[in-house]
Protein backbone atom coordinates (compact mmCIF):
# COMPACT_ATOMS: atom_id res chain seq x y z
CA UNK A 1 0.00 0.00 0.00
CA UNK A 2 0.96 3.18 -0.75
CA UNK A 3 0.09 6.64 1.88
CA UNK A 4 -0.77 10.39 0.59
CA UNK A 5 -0.85 13.07 3.31
CA UNK A 6 -1.12 16.34 2.65
CA UNK A 7 -0.58 19.31 5.09
CA UNK A 8 -0.10 22.88 4.80
CA UNK A 9 -4.21 24.48 4.20
CA UNK A 10 -5.37 27.04 5.82
CA UNK A 11 -7.04 30.31 5.94
CA UNK A 12 -5.56 33.20 4.09
CA UNK A 13 -6.56 36.67 3.06
CA UNK A 14 -6.39 37.30 -0.74
CA UNK A 15 -2.61 38.50 -2.15
CA UNK A 16 -1.15 35.93 0.69
CA UNK A 17 0.49 32.55 0.37
CA UNK A 18 0.63 29.28 1.51
CA UNK A 19 2.64 26.40 1.21
CA UNK A 20 1.13 22.60 0.83
CA UNK A 21 3.57 20.12 1.08
CA UNK A 22 2.76 15.78 0.56
CA UNK A 23 4.53 13.12 1.25
CA UNK A 24 4.36 9.85 0.11
CA UNK A 25 5.38 6.15 1.56
CA UNK A 26 4.77 2.84 1.84
CA UNK A 27 5.12 0.24 -1.06
CA UNK A 28 7.38 2.49 -3.38
CA UNK A 29 10.15 1.31 -5.84
CA UNK A 30 9.81 4.27 -7.78
CA UNK A 31 7.77 7.88 -7.82
CA UNK A 32 6.89 9.27 -11.54
CA UNK A 33 4.70 11.97 -12.07
CA UNK A 34 3.49 14.21 -8.77
CA UNK A 35 0.81 16.57 -9.06
CA UNK A 36 -1.81 18.46 -6.87
CA UNK A 37 -5.34 18.94 -7.59
CA UNK A 38 -8.70 21.18 -6.31
CA UNK A 39 -12.25 20.84 -6.02
CA UNK A 40 -14.21 23.72 -5.25
CA UNK A 41 -17.67 23.25 -3.75
CA UNK A 42 -20.07 22.58 -6.58
CA UNK A 43 -17.07 22.36 -8.86
CA UNK A 44 -15.71 19.13 -10.79
CA UNK A 45 -11.87 18.38 -9.73
CA UNK A 46 -9.36 19.87 -11.76
CA UNK A 47 -5.56 19.59 -12.18
CA UNK A 48 -3.31 22.29 -10.82
CA UNK A 49 0.11 21.13 -11.47
CA UNK A 50 2.26 18.60 -11.96
CA UNK A 51 5.93 17.57 -12.07
CA UNK A 52 7.20 14.82 -13.86
CA UNK A 53 10.25 12.31 -12.08
CA UNK A 54 12.80 14.42 -14.40
CA UNK A 55 11.15 17.77 -12.96
CA UNK A 56 9.21 19.02 -16.18
CA UNK A 57 6.12 21.24 -14.83
CA UNK A 58 2.62 22.04 -15.94
CA UNK A 59 0.15 24.41 -14.51
CA UNK A 60 -3.47 25.12 -14.86
CA UNK A 61 -3.45 28.80 -16.97
CA UNK A 62 -5.47 30.07 -13.83
CA UNK A 63 -2.42 29.69 -11.59
CA UNK A 64 0.55 30.34 -14.18
CA UNK A 65 3.21 33.05 -12.53
CA UNK A 66 1.45 32.54 -9.10
CA UNK A 67 2.01 28.77 -8.23
CA UNK A 68 4.88 26.47 -8.01
CA UNK A 69 5.18 22.88 -7.85
CA UNK A 70 8.35 21.56 -6.63
CA UNK A 71 9.61 17.76 -5.37
CA UNK A 72 12.18 16.59 -3.36
CA UNK A 73 12.67 12.63 -4.32
CA UNK A 74 14.89 11.74 -1.66
CA UNK A 75 11.91 12.40 0.90
CA UNK A 76 9.24 11.53 -1.58
CA UNK A 77 7.67 14.21 -1.21
CA UNK A 78 5.93 17.37 -3.67
CA UNK A 79 5.82 20.78 -2.59
CA UNK A 80 3.17 23.87 -3.89
CA UNK A 81 4.01 26.98 -3.11
CA UNK A 82 0.95 29.55 -3.62
CA UNK A 83 1.51 33.31 -3.62
CA UNK A 84 -0.67 35.89 -4.64
CA UNK A 85 -3.74 33.86 -3.71
CA UNK A 86 -7.13 34.96 -4.83
CA UNK A 87 -10.55 34.11 -3.50
CA UNK A 88 -11.29 32.00 -6.49
CA UNK A 89 -8.70 29.69 -5.35
CA UNK A 90 -10.61 28.32 -2.28
CA UNK A 91 -10.65 24.50 -2.49
CA UNK A 92 -9.80 21.26 -1.20
CA UNK A 93 -6.54 20.45 -2.66
CA UNK A 94 -5.81 16.87 -3.24
CA UNK A 95 -2.05 15.78 -4.18
CA UNK A 96 -1.83 12.88 -6.50
CA UNK A 97 1.35 10.58 -6.89
CA UNK A 98 1.79 7.86 -9.34
CA UNK A 99 4.32 5.05 -8.68
CA UNK A 100 5.62 1.78 -9.18
CA UNK A 101 5.24 -0.58 -6.55
CA UNK A 102 7.96 -3.41 -5.00
CA UNK A 103 5.44 -6.02 -7.39
CA UNK A 104 6.67 -3.62 -10.15
CA UNK A 105 2.91 -2.56 -10.90
CA UNK A 106 1.89 0.84 -11.12
CA UNK A 107 -0.08 2.77 -9.32
CA UNK A 108 -2.39 5.78 -8.52
CA UNK A 109 -2.48 7.32 -4.95
CA UNK A 110 -4.30 10.48 -3.84
CA UNK A 111 -4.22 11.81 -0.21
CA UNK A 112 -7.33 12.81 1.95
CA UNK A 113 -7.43 16.70 1.02
CA UNK A 114 -6.25 19.86 2.53
CA UNK A 115 -8.81 22.54 2.47
CA UNK A 116 -7.34 25.92 1.50
CA UNK A 117 -9.55 29.43 2.23
CA UNK A 118 -8.95 32.50 0.73
CA UNK A 119 -10.98 35.03 2.10
CA UNK A 120 -11.02 38.21 4.49
Known amino acids: QVQVVESGGGLVQPGGSLRLSCAASGSIFSINAMGWYRQAPGEQRELVAV???????NYADSVKGRFTISRDNAKNTVYLQMNSLKPEDTAVYYC??????????????WGQGTQVTVSS
Open 51 to 57: IASGGST
Open 96 to 109: NVNVMNFLRRRQES
